[in-house]
Nanobody
Framework: QVQLVESGGGLVQAGGSLRLSCAAS????????MGWYRQAPGKQRELVAS???????NYADSVKGRFTISRDIAKNTMYLQMNSLKPEDTAVYYC???????????????WGQGTQVTVSS
């Protein structure tokens, strides 16, 4: 019922910025949590930022003060504004949504395919 598609990744110099988008489609009854994760080569996936249905946000210490997570309900889209990018931010970024697709459904995780972010020195 739910499909997530990321976009906005690319190659950028250190100190630059990118804005990632995650467009959600399908029927959603309730949204528990939305978030951005990333996975660098040779490393495990880590949480970058998350936002709840009440707009409560959390950030990894490594990105706090540089990244901002937000959402546009009218466009059914989540964003990650990435400023002051560092080479250490290089990774594939995935959007995630924890949702209930029906009143009788349990919470379930949905993932996008990922978008590559590469930050050069």
């Amino acid at each position: 019922q739910v499909q997530l598609v990321e976009s906005g990744g690319g190659l950028v110099q250190a100190g630059g910025s990118l804005r990632l988008s995650c467009a959600a489609s399908g029927s959603i009854f309730t949204i528990n949590t939305m978030g951005w994760y990333r996975q660098a080569p040779g490393k495990q996936r880590e949480l970058v930022a998350s936002i709840t249905s009440g707009d409560r946000t959390n950030y990894a210490d490594s990105v706090k003060g540089r990244f901002t997570i937000s959402r546009d309900i009218a466009k059914n889209t989540m964003y990650l504004q990435m400023n002051s990018l560092k080479p250490e931010d290089t990774a594939v970024y995935y959007c995630n949504m924890v949702v209930r697709i029906g009143i009788l459904s349990s919470l379930d995780n949905y993932w996008g395919q990922g978008t590559q972010v590469t930050v050069s020195s």
